[in-house]
């Protein structure tokens, strides 16, 4: 009788390394979790530390389990997800990095990128990988770390290096240097996975001059990668997926038309669109999703660059709020935004938009806008950004959506999800938990060890938190929507005008 009481989920984000302790019903026993240092060595680069990386993640699992004494045949799996996209470049035999982490918001590479382009290969990349060419995925980050750090280039020749994610880098530290893996999800954010193949894309990786003994095996999210023996006895490595996807196979969302929506810093919008690969016509990402089999299943992505992080920025930058949570009580002290919107720009605009010129734009000020419209237009612009990319999805997918699983800090916004309910006309759903990263993870590496029997077992383990029902009529759903596109426009006409207007005319 296996004593089996609990899975590990690693949580290993871009700030912190966390992890949690699930037990049979998927609730967390057992939390830890320790931030670990930023590093910028210029403006524009961002980098880890990647044996802080390791022994952060190492630190905060072994107090997880000290915290209620689980002992390691108590584990039934170990889980991983993992900020996306991150690289880093080791030595085969010694397991020493030849670099920093390359951060994914690193933007060093970004003349890389415009040179693919020149080149011609966008159309390319976007048919093999799914992704649109940007220097934010690993290839980019992979071909710098050869070309600039010295004798780099011909170790890797030699077959003496190895490149991984931070799934990776885990996998291959917990195994001590026996399992050199990462999983679909993890792959398919590189830019040199074909999503269809399933294998490295020789072209792409011809093109980067990245050597195939570099890469990891790619193996189905759900899948014994090893076993550890880190923790005092030994432990199945059975579940690896990249954040985003990990949230959504934590919310269940494992059927096509199933969307999940983070309302984090950022805001990531994640579509289940089953076996099938779905191109986008509107500027979404296409990329492969966690599942519990060997079958691959596709997703499509929109992210909104600035979402909580607007919210951030009142209470930092504007000194409106005292905190996040108060733009409740402020939302709720006014019936509508007064005609004003504020497009949260900072960093132009990602889906369905792309302008990376545009910039925060305040429209339809009045002399009777106050600062609780103000806050309010804030926090609206997370929702009309979110329904942007749930009318993008609609189209490229042809699915009419069922229902809307919400998680991330900014999720816990009551004014927030009925808006976004109001504006998308669909319903809300938010689970109690609001951790579906790590349960994601967790839920992957339990069913491959047997520990949950299916995935219906685990549909059963999820709690409803709250549901926001739409109640908004369609006339004033229209208006508002209307009023935000204008908006929109703004925020993009401005930067176009930077550009060519002249100043003597006006
Ligand atoms: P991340 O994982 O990206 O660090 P979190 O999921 O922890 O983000 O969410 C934090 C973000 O959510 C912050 O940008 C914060 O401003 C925002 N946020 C947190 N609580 C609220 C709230 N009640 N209302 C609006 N925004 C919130």
Known sequence: MSKAKYVIAMDQGTTSSRAILFDKKGSIKSVAQKEFRQIYPQSGWVEHDPMEIWSTQMGVTMEAMQKIDATPEEIAAIGITNQRETTIVWDASTGTPVYNAIVWQCRRTADAIERLKEAGLSD???EHTGLIPDAYFSASKIAWILDNVPGVRERAERGELRFG?????????????????TDYTNASRTM?????KLCWDQHLLDYFKIPESLLPAVLPSGQIYGTTAKFGGKIAIAGAAGDQQAALFGQCGFEAGDVKSTYGTGGFLLMNTGNTRVRSDSGLLTTLAASADDKPQYALEGSVFIAGAAIQWLR?????????????EYCEAVKDT??????????????????PYARGTIVGLSRGVTKDHF??????SLAYQVNDLLCAMRADAGLELGALQVDGGASANDFLMQFQADLSDLSILRPR????????AAYLAGLSVGFWKDLSEIRKNRKPGRTFTPSLDAATRKKLLSGWKKAVRCAMFYAKEEETADCEEL
């Open 316 to 328: 930092d930058e504007m000194r409106m709020i005292r905190t996040a949570a108060k733009t409740q």
């Open 192 to 196: 040199l996975f074909d999503i269809e």
């Open 165 to 181: 994610t931070v799934d990776s880098w885990l996998i291959w530290n917990l195994t001590e240097g026996r399992v050199h893996a």
């Open 124 to 126: 390319y990349v976007k």
């Open 375 to 380: 806050i309010r237009a804030a926090v609206e």
């Open 338 to 355: 007064c005609g004003m919107y504020l497009v949260p720009a900072f960093a132009g605009l990602g889906a369905p938009y792309w302008e």
């Open 433 to 440: 938990c609001i951790e579906t990263t790590a349960l994601g």
